[in-house]
């Protein structure tokens, strides 16, 4: 019996220019891939920044809120200041004895707003762009919060409030 080879002519395989143009194609690919999934990152975490900010803005809105609520009387200072008394008041553990509390912001921007009492000086929130407290009378206040999370001078987050003193007049 005969065994017969068969040659294929032209088993050459790919040039060194074939494989360069599909190395060069196939890094432009997964640039644009790194690209795409570099900017969905980069938004993904613009937006959680953003998120944050506005939760901490809220917080910091309700404590002042609150805190000038039951105020018994507004210690007028200037539009980005504001001092209340707050008068004696009872918890189910017992009387709280009364205390003043000042909203303070240096009207810099990106500056933080100080909580000042008597127990000391806090940083209620950074970054502000804006505070405004306006008194309509002297049991009313109108206050315009506003944080600028990126730094760019835009506020990014504004937060409004009326607030009546509820304990205004006792």
Do not use: C
Not at 4 to 20: A, D, H, R, V
Not at 103 to 126: F, K, Q
Not at 130 to 144: A, E, G, Q
């Amino acid at each position: 019996m005969m065994l017969k080879i068969f040659y294929i002519k032209n088993q050459k395989g790919f040039s060194l220019i074939e494989m360069m143009v599909v190395v060069v194609i196939l890094g432009l690919i997964v640039l644009g891939l790194v690209t795409f999934f570099t900017g969905g990152t980069k938004s993904w975490v613009a937006g959680q920044s953003q998120l944050e900010a506005q939760r901490e803005a809220r917080q910091a809105m309700d404590q002042m809120v609150r805190e000038i609520r039951k105020g018994k009387n507004i210690i007028f200072g200037s539009d980005t200041t504001i001092r209340v008394a707050i008068p004696e008041f009872r918890t189910d553990s017992g009387t709280i004895a009364a205390y003043n509390v000042t909203y303070d912001w240096s009207g810099n921007a990106w500056d933080p707003i100080n909580r000042i009492v008597s127990s000391g000086t806090n940083i209620l929130i950074n970054n502000v762009n804006n505070l405004h407290f306006t008194y309509p009378d002297t049991s009313k206040v109108h206050i315009v919060l506003e944080i600028d999370v990126d730094r760019d001078s835009y506020s990014d987050i504004t937060l409004n409030s009326n607030i009546n003193l509820r304990n205004f007049g006792l």
